[in-house]
């Protein structure tokens, strides 16, 4: 039975966090890995082109950080009730360079938002109209990210971290009562992914697509390991054994476009740069898998991230148990 509590004898500490993410990570990983992927499905989902949702994203967490350098903390409600969102002034370089998109695409891109009437001018203010597209107002990522917090804090409690599991419904409460600061940090955390995989991918698409391919592998090397009963494994080996295991079954182009909801034509000329590439290989069935030559640059890059995953998962835990 799932206890929530108000208390604890101490606060949390980031790096026990962070250590229990890389030393659990044939159990954790794929569980977020999975969480990320729905993630991103709802943004292209809403907005048909990862650039503009970053930039949307971005200009809501620049209004975040200004409630948190003032002191200023909102529940859900007060942020989310109306549907529009007063953000602060941004300037199109300024967007484009923050967010490694060309000014030129930045600035079509923003045009397009305004045209599709998601972001609106209102004399000196900059209004993001949530009623445009639900997703900017995020409820199912907050339920998502509260179901996957309740099970990484049952792992917190095995490792004494944590003295009790932490209900999804608490912490969803606990994340919508803090929302301005903790979303703060939530956004910190995705814009940092996205900009990261961009670095290597150059577009968002190819790692959209690439990350399914992972996921999927990682639940065939779930199925298919010696670590497939629950044993604990840390991050690199869980990640060699994913990219080495010659049972996975891979997956073709029509299910990546089911899942992710982009163009199967578009899918198909972007696993082809992937194959190119040799971050993927396809066999004589057209499904495509992961090759163990990208492994040495994605450790690297997977540190960065599970840092902040450790970093917002610590101020929702700590918030939680004050």
């Known amino acids: 039975m799932e206890i929530s509590i108000s208390k604890t004898s101490k606060q949390i500490n980031r790096k026990d966090i962070l250590s229990v993410l890389e030393n659990n990570y044939s159990i954790i990983g794929p569980l977020w890995i999975s969480h990320q992927m729905d993630w991103e499905n709802s943004i292209y989902a809403s907005y048909k082109d990862h650039d503009k949702f970053l930039i949307i994203i971005y200009l809501i967490k620049k209004t975040l950080d200004f409630y948190l350098k003032n002191s ?35 600035r079509r891109k923003i045009i397009e938002l305004e045209k599709m009437g998601a972001i609106k001018r209102n004399k000196a203010n900059i209004i993001v109209d949530r009623s445009i597209h639900p997703s900017v107002a995020p409820m199912k990522s907050l339920k998502r990210t509260s179901r996957f917090l309740s099970l990484f804090s049952n792992m917190l409690v095995e490792e004494k971290i944590l003295k009790y599991q932490l209900s999804s419904k608490h ?23 996205l900009l990261t995989y961009k670095n290597i991918f150059n577009d968002l698409e190819i790692f959209h697509i690439y990350g399914t391919c992972v996921v999927n592998q990682h639940l065939h090397t779930k199925i298919h390991s010696k670590n497939g009963n629950g044993l604990q494994v840390d991050r690199i080996k869980f990640i060699e054994s994913t990219y080495s295991n010659k049972n996975v079954q891979g ?14 034509a578009t899918v198909v000329r972007k696993l082809n740069i992937l194959v190119e590439k040799k971050y993927l290989k396809v066999d004589n069935k057209k499904h495509y898998k992961l090759t163990g030559s990208f492994v040495n640059r994605l450790i690297p890059l997977q540190s960065t991230v599970l840092a902040n995953l450790a970093n917002f998962s610590t101020k929702v835990f700590n918030s939680a148990v004050l």
């Open 72 to 106: 200023v903390k909102l529940n859900y409600d007060q942020l989310y009730l109306q549907d529009s969102v007063k953000i602060k002034k941004f300037n199109v370089i300024e967007v484009a360079k923050n967010n490694n998109i060309p000014k030129e695409s930045a």
């Open 171 to 193: 912490l969803e409460k606990i994340i919508k009562k803090n929302y301005s600061y903790i979303w703060k940090f939530y956004y910190e955390m995705q814009i940092s992914m």
């Open 251 to 264: 997956i073709n182009a029509m299910s990546i476009s089911d899942i992710t909801g982009i163009p199967r």
